[in-house]
């Protein structure tokens, strides 16, 4: 009740004490990777410049188109933009080039924001550093969107499912709890590899392109070689594999059915909240074993004790009491529990 209500204040909702149990024996700490290690949505993680063009302008003229645009990666662009420049422009004309991009006017320059192919159309080509760039980001499993205005490419911005800020730290202190931290995703295997670079995984231990029906599969296999698992995830996709795992947690930002299907939910939708789970977890059952141990212990000392006449039956009853008082002395004490963050 003292960890489970600790956990609570925490942001670590516990399920029921069995769960107490599986958390000392995991081994392997499978993560999903959208929504779980990186935040989910997209966001503006780069931007390359042609020499001699100044960023804000490079901001303020696409940020104003894509701010028109209800695109995903449009929007991302557009929330970057106003993140480092302010206030945007209204485009003068607009419109969208499905699959392509946007193209309009601002400030009195025709722009266009999109993939290579809309500049093609226009016959624009990118010069030689912002190939390069759009190569790299693309070889990372980046979206490159490329800026051109008045018949010049000017630069290319990179967009992507940016990494939580604490994925990194909570990872390294899964690994000091014993953890070996696994990288799970239905996507390609350069966008895998290139978050589970950020974050501290090795190439070695990513599984891509795993459809979302097969997580559970991925599961099932690394439990027939022995190992004991625990499950991060927050999607739909990621209900069954929770269910499955030794040790089920769920994102508390993600779907209703993750969190039915997990032991565990983290709150704060946070990894740092994994490893104060983990954490908290296991003390909870040292304090239960100290406890059993103490409590037996008085029994089994003084049951023969006072069998052959030698125990005062007031201090015996004393003792009895005594006993109570430090298991649950002991108990209160998880209440210090502090997270590790
Ligand atoms: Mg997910």
């Known amino acids: 009740m003292v960890g489970t209500g600790r956990g609570a204040q925490l942001g670590v909702l516990i399920k029921g004490p069995e769960v107490l149990e599986n958390t000392r024996r995991v081994d392997t700490i499978v993560l999903d990777k959208t929504g779980t290690v990186t935040t989910g949505a997209m966001s503006l993680?780069?931007?390359h410049l042609v020499e001699g063009q100044e960023?804000?302008?490079?901001?303020?003229?696409?940020?104003?188109?894509?701010?028109a645009s209800e695109h995903p990666i449009a929007q991302a662009v557009a929330r970057g933009a106003i993140a480092k420049v302010g206030v945007l422009p209204v485009p003068e004309d607009f419109s969208n080039v499905p699959g392509l991009g946007v193209q309009g006017m601002v400030d009195g320059h025709a722009v266009l924001v999109g993939r290579e192919r809309l500049l093609r159309e226009w016959s624009i080509g990118l010069p030689e550093s912002l190939q390069r760039a759009k190569k790299s980001a693309e070889g990372s499993g980046r979206t490159a969107i490329i800026v051109a205005w008045d018949g010049e490419a000017r630069a290319v911005l990179e967009v992507a499912d940016a990494v939580k800020p604490t994925s990194a730290q909570a990872i390294a202190q899964l690994r000091?709890?014993?953890?070996?931290?696994?990288?799970?995703?239905?996507?390609?295997?350069?966008?895998?590899?290139?978050?589970?670079a950020e974050v501290g995984i090795a190439p070695s231990d990513v599984i891509a392109e795993v459809m979302p029906e097969d997580k559970v599969e991925v599961v099932r296999k690394m439990q027939a070689e022995g190992r004991i698992v625990a499950m991060v995830g927050?999607?739909?996709n990621d209900a069954a594999a929770l269910a499955q795992a030794d040790l089920g947690l769920a994102m508390g930002t993600g779907t209703d059915a993750a969190i039915e299907a997990a032991d565990l939910t983290l709150v704060r939708g946070d990894l740092l909240a994994a490893v104060d789970a983990i954490r908290l977890a296991r003390r909870t059952l040292g304090t239960i074993?100290?406890?059993?141990?103490?409590?037996?212990?008085y029994n089994v000392a003084a049951l023969p004790l006072a069998a052959a006449g030698?125990?005062?039956p007031m201090i015996a009853g004393a003792a009895m009491a005594f006993s109570s008082v430090f298991v649950v002395g002991n108990s209160l004490r998880l209440r210090n529990f502090q997270t590790g963050a």
Do not use: C, M, Y
């Open 45 to 47: 993680l780069g931007i």
């Open 55 to 67: 960023e804000t302008d490079v901001l303020r003229l696409a940020g104003a188109l894509e701010h």
């Open 234 to 236: 927050d999607g739909v």
């Open 310 to 312: 030698l125990l005062n």
């Open 289 to 297: 074993k100290t406890n059993l141990f103490w409590a037996f212990g």
């Open 176 to 196: 000091l709890l014993g953890l070996t931290p696994v990288l799970l995703t239905g996507d390609n295997q350069a966008i895998a590899e290139s978050v589970a």
